[in-house]
């Protein structure tokens, strides 16, 4: 399975953005699909996650409430939208895919998306 992230851009804080990540090569309808960013000089971080049939949905603390994770297995795609951008958020953002069981500790993560830059200037 591969995976296309896009979506990302400049914004101003205070600014919505929506990224996508399409899977192909393989269906990601029983796979769990989540988000992660990685900021200059840090490591990536979890961000949110999402099961196979959208009952299952985790955010990390800085996300909770500006940030919703949706996915559409009919087109094999996930999507994060970003509400109420800080400049904290600025990083690079991945989609990936994998098991649950340490998924937001990147563990047991099967595939990843190349990235999707999302800057957001004050």
């Known amino acids: 399975v591969q995976l296309q992230a896009s979506g990302g851009g400049l914004v101003q804080v205070g600014d919505s953005l929506t990224l996508s990540c399409v899977a192909s090569?393989?269906?990601?309808?029983?796979?769990?699909m989540g988000w992660f960013r990685q900021a200059p000089g840090k490591e990536r971080e979890f961000i949110a996650a999402i099961s196979g049939t959208s009952v299952g949905i985790y955010y990390d603390d800085s996300v909770k409430g500006r940030f919703t994770i949706s996915r559409d297995n009919a087109k094999n795609t996930v999507t994060l939208e970003m509400n109420d951008l800080k400049p904290e958020d600025t990083a690079i953002y991945y989609c990936?895919?994998?098991?649950?069981?340490?998924?937001?500790?990147?563990?047991?993560?099967?595939?990843w998306g190349q990235g999707t830059q999302v800057t957001v200037s004050s």
């Open positions: 990936a895919g994998g098991l649950w069981g340490g998924f937001a500790s990147l563990q047991n993560i099967h595939f």
């Open positions: 090569g393989g269906t990601v309808s029983t796979t769990v």
